[in-house]
């Protein structure tokens, strides 16, 4: 039986946050712009960065994650770069962790209020792994835990890395969650774009060359045989950091064109932002209005998914 015609059925919005590193800035903009337009998400699924920012908005702590991402510049970035070459990872992470602790730290999962899902990867099987409960920030490290970069996350009794190398846009998750409706928000669609800059053959580390700044952890580095050969980059040749982000780069690009092939979104929002580097933290204000504008070009489409999701005729299925 058809539901009474005066009370509008709306459809359980998922809204899916995929990973990029320094590109999730976008989904700040994204969620923003969804605020301003009176669209609010019922469930999120995120990977890596995605899951981060998409924690951040359910703990209503999204203005201070802005604010933070705002602030950075180079030498901020660097101050967090805590190296350790004898661990599992480049960069040991604990002051980013301690970033996660302060504003996020105590909560679990089930404090979010609303269904939210990390996507992690096994370590030892490949296995996608969906982390919906437990204490949040560890959740969060897994997720975004990239292979050779930060260690990997000792979590329900095995090592975790980085969801993206599985489930880069986990449109999957949403669904197996109750989404009647898909937002996908897909940060490395525009692998084009890394044309569009100017004078640029390789990604740098994080838009500039970390041997060449004068800063502690930069001096570090140079002093380290191991950290000069990781970072030095000679002319017009890319730095062995600068090849494993363009290959993780290509990598989520053609991973995430297979995933979203067997299970695309009602809605693909995809920001303009290849020319950025996955390691271009300093540019967040670009990034987030980059994911603002990507939702205003998509709002009509929005707008019908959820009117012909949302009809009052449509209930569980049924017609």
Request: net charge neutral; aromatic share 6%.
């Amino acid at each position: 039986m058809a539901p009474d015609s005066e009370t509008p059925w709306h459809p359980q919005i998922g809204l899916v946050l995929g990973g990029g590193v320094a590109r999730g800035f976008a989904h700040i903009g994204v969620l923003r712009a969804l605020e301003k337009n009176g669209i609010v998400p019922d469930i999120i699924a995120g990977t890596s960065i995605g899951a981060v920012v998409g924690a951040a908005w359910l703990a209503g702590k999204l203005d201070v994650m802005e604010d933070w991402a705002r602030s950075l510049n180079r030498f901020r970035i660097l101050s967090y770069l805590d190296f350790r070459v004898n661990s599992g990872g480049l960069i040991n992470g604990s002051r980013l962790v301690e970033t996660l602790e302060k504003h996020l730290g105590g909560m679990t999962i089930e404090d979010l209020g609303r269904p939210f899902i990390a996507v992690a990867t096994d370590l030892a099987s490949g296995h996608e792994v969906w982390l919906r409960s437990g204490p949040l920030v560890d959740r969060l490290r897994a997720s975004f835990s990239l292979p050779g970069i930060f260690p990997p996350m000792w979590c329900e009794h095995r090592w975790l890395i980085d969801g993206a190398l599985v489930n880069p846009v986990p449109t999957s998750a949403a669904l197996a969650m109750g989404a009647q409706m898909t937002i996908a928000v897909n940060l490395n669609a525009d692998i084009i774009g890394a044309a569009r800059k100017p004078g640029a053959k390789f990604q740098t580390i994080a838009g500039f060359d970390l041997l060449d700044e004068d800063h502690e952890t930069a001096k570090k580095a140079r002093r380290t045989p191991f950290l000069r050969r990781f970072f030095h980059r000679e002319p017009d040749h890319p730095s062995m950091f600068g090849v494993m982000f363009s290959s993780l780069n290509i990598l989520q690009d053609r991973i995430a064109r297979s995933r979203l092939a067997g299970e695309p979104p009602d809605v693909a929002i995809d920001p303009r932002i290849g020319h950025i580097g996955l390691a271009e933290f300093d540019r967040a204000a670009e990034l987030i209005d980059a994911g603002a504008a990507a939702v205003e070009a998509k709002l009509d489409q929005i707008r019908d998914g959820i009117a012909v999701l949302g009809s009052p005729y449509r209930t569980n299925g049924s017609t």
